[in-house]
């Protein structure tokens, strides 16, 4: 199996995160390189490993977060269906299986919370990796632009941990902001991808649990649960 080492290594691949990150850099965007898909990656894989899914599953995810990302060399518009193609070809080349290939296309092509629709366990793990990365190291050579409300709440996220509770079917979102933004703010620019996270996580049979300086955020139980009662 083609695995998350080897696509690490491919040149095609490495100069497409490289294109990508460059163009939201000249956008004024947040970190998109090598930082945020090694975040994702690990995260993404790390909740299907602690959920008891396949090695192949857990391996799939690795490499899906690794790539997400690779559509914003073309436009950050649709940069998940334009990922999604531009891959193709590429990890055809890899020597990967059509099958394999098609578990990671279908989860870059929906990982954006705009038009992302949940499909499969490797997608989910990819929009709960992809959503969940605000950290002060995002902001670009440490400069916040203190106008720009994304600077403001990544640069006062000192900690960020995504946690899985396997025998409650919880995947826990906790993190610690400073005084520099506040909850509002983080809740002002991320409440779509908060509301990915849940289909996600709600998807792998999990509740999804935001807390934000010690604070239950979506102190609701599952629809599920809720139904069960
Ligand atoms: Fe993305
Ligand atoms: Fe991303």
Known sequence: ?????????NEAIRVLIRAGNRYLDAMGYTEH????????S????GILKALGYSPREVEL???????????????????????????????????MEMADIMEIVTAVGNHEEQSGFISSAVSAALALGD???????????????????HDRVNFSIQENHVTVDRVNRVIRHELTMDESSSVMEYLQIYMSRIVMCE????????????????????NRPRAEETERA
């Open 199 to 218: 289909k996600a996580a709600d998807f792998l049979h999990c509740s999804f649990d935001l807390v934000i300086n010690g604070q239950s955020i979506n």
């Open 42 to 45: 690990k995260t993404a894989s």
């Open 33 to 40: 390189g090598p930082r945020h898909v090694s975040y994702v």
């Open 131 to 149: 959503k969940s990365d605000a950290h002060k190291t995002r902001v670009r050579d440490g400069k916040p632009d203190v106008t720009d409300i």
């Open 1 to 9: 199996m083609v695995t998350l080492q080897d696509i690490k290594q």
């Open 61 to 95: 995810a690795a490499i899906a977060g690794w790539v997400h990302d690779v559509g914003n060399s073309v436009n950050r518009h649709d940069h998940g269906p334009l990922g999604a193609v531009l891959l193709l070809p590429i990890l055809k080349e890899t020597g």
